[in-house]
């Protein structure tokens, strides 16, 4: 069944209730703003500290913990129409990968407790945070089966209703409270509970698309293969894309990194609004490649990146013209403990925005590779990153602070877009990795024709 019919019978227009491109921008816009909003809110409730906390757990290290969860399954499931799959397969094997990455997410607390980087409150918290994170991994399985079940519009009301009932439920027990542990537990409560009423129910309600079997070693194996390319390319994505805000926890602390983290979030939404003008555009793209129509695909190709380029300039203009007025009323709105704070990274909040607009341009190249068949490229090009923030961004970070911080995470993004815009537009021919299957990389694409979530987009916030 295609999603785009979904509601639609007779050519009639769907219900408030059961459009698919309604609920699904909805639920993908909430969700994608929920990582804002709550760093602005559990800063201006629970201080410095405890904020800074609240913003790397959340959005930076609990991220990327759910990456390992996420292992790139959604692409392959929603395009798994023939039922290669059942959902209680996707479903097993989404437990073993949340099962990964909860034991990797304890032992990386385990050591930084151990080491002394992180106090007993810091390590309880950032694993109830990373435990959120998973679960909302778990959670997308379900969504993902709504959506391949033909009904778009339960999977975005599924991902709007959790996002408000967990959003809201750690903000009222963060203001009567003011102790971020208590609140964090309530919010994995409010998911567990939001999980089965809004993913569990309506599944149970929908018709599977075929038998549903059990997850055997064969099949683990081939799923794996099918999935881990994709995987890799998104979590060395975003360790490169967040390089930065780890090195700022680690050398200043949490106070300043709640600081740096909301700094950093306003830059992303380039590249968020960016997939508005990319997404829609993949899919006509690809058929004109597939058919080898290379004057009309270049055509279309070098439009899409004119509108991107000019989205970022735009964007990041308004930044250099408005940043100082914005950071003075954010300032203002949060307190006058924050005086100062955020006024005096002014040029570091507009770097990161030029930052987020070679990133916005990076992705379009990333999805033009992954379409013309030379995913290599994807993975030399963050394996090299990868390796360079590795070694580099903490002395970057500890020398300079929030602007140096910047600076490397400018540097990252333009190195990510010159490699994959040289490779992408050379004659070589499309290339795989041994061992590995291409296609759920090729299956993104199919995804991001579809508006729904993606590690690579909303994730990043």
């Known amino acids: 069944m295609s999603v785009e019919l979904v509601g639609k019978q007779g050519g009639q227009k769907p219900s408030f209730m059961k459009n698919d491109v309604l609920w699904n921008g909805i639920g993908s816009m ?46 392959f499931l929603i395009t798994d129409m023939k039922g290669e799959f059942s959902f209680r397969q996707y479903r097993q094997f989404r437990s073993l990968t949340g099962g990964l990455a909860l034991i990797l997410a304890v032992l990386f607390l385990l050591f930084q407790y151990g080491s002394g980087l992180y106090s007993g409150e810091k390590s309880l918290i950032l694993f ?39 959003v809201l439920t750690l903000l009222i027990f963060l203001g009567i409270t003011k102790n971020l542990f208590l609140g964090v537990i309530a919010m994995n409560l409010a998911q567990a509970a939001s999980f089965f009423l809004f993913s569990f129910l309506p599944l149970q ?4 698309l075929g038998e549903e079997k059990s997850l055997g070693k064969s099949d683990l194996v081939k799923l794996w293969k099918e999935v881990f390319t994709l995987f890799l390319s998104v979590f060395l994505d975003f360790y490169v894309f967040s390089s930065s805000k780890y090195a700022v926890d680690q050398v200043y602390g949490s106070s300043r990194s709640g600081i740096f983290n909301l700094l950093f979030m306003p830059g992303n939404f380039i590249y968020l609004l960016a997939n508005f003008i990319i997404r829609p555009a993949l899919p006509h793209l690809a058929v004109l490649f597939q058919e080898g129509k290379e004057k009309a695909f270049r055509k279309q190709e070098n439009a899409l990146f004119k509108k991107v ?22 300032e203002w709105i949060l307190g006058s403990s924050f005086s100062g704070k955020f006024t005096g990274e002014r040029w570091t909040f507009c770097i990161l ?53 910047s600076l490397h995470f400018l540097s990252m993004m333009v190195f990510l877009f010159l490699f994959f815009f040289v490779t992408g537009h050379g004659k070589e021919k499309p290339t795989t990795i041994p061992f590995f299957s291409q296609k759920p990389m090729l299956k993104c694409q199919k995804e991001v024709g579809n508006a729904g979530k993606s590690p690579k987009s909303e994730a990043k916030l």
């Not at 800063?43 to 913003?55: A, H, K, P, S």
Request: charged share 10%; hydrophobic share 55%.
């Open 353 to 405: 925005i030029l930052g987020g607009a070679f990133y916005a341009l990076a992705n379009t190249e990333y999805y033009l590779l992954i379409l013309k068949r030379k995913q290599s490229f994807v993975f030399i090009g963050y394996g090299i990153a990868s390796l360079l923030s590795f070694f580099t961004v903490n002395p970057v970070v500890a020398m300079g602070g929030f602007f140096y911080g």
């Open 128 to 166: 109830f945070l990373c435990l959120f994170k998973i679960g909302d991994a778990f959670c997308d399985v379900y969504e993902s089966e709504l959506q391949r079940r033909g009904v778009l519009y339960k999977a975005g009301q599924s991902m709007f209703l959790r996002t408000v009932f967990s």
């Open 309 to 330: 380029a000019l989205l970022s300039l735009v964007l990041f203009l308004l930044a250099l013209i408005f940043s100082g007025l914005a950071l003075r009323i954010l």
């Open 205 to 208: 309600a929908t018709k599977p």
């Open 30 to 75: 909430c969700y994608a703003l929920a990582s804002m909003v709550l760093a602005f809110f559990v800063l201006r409730l629970g201080g410095e500290e405890q904020g800074g906390i609240f913003g790397f757990g959340y959005s930076t290290l609990g991220q990327q913990f759910f990456i390992v969860a996420y292992f790139g399954l959604r692409p």
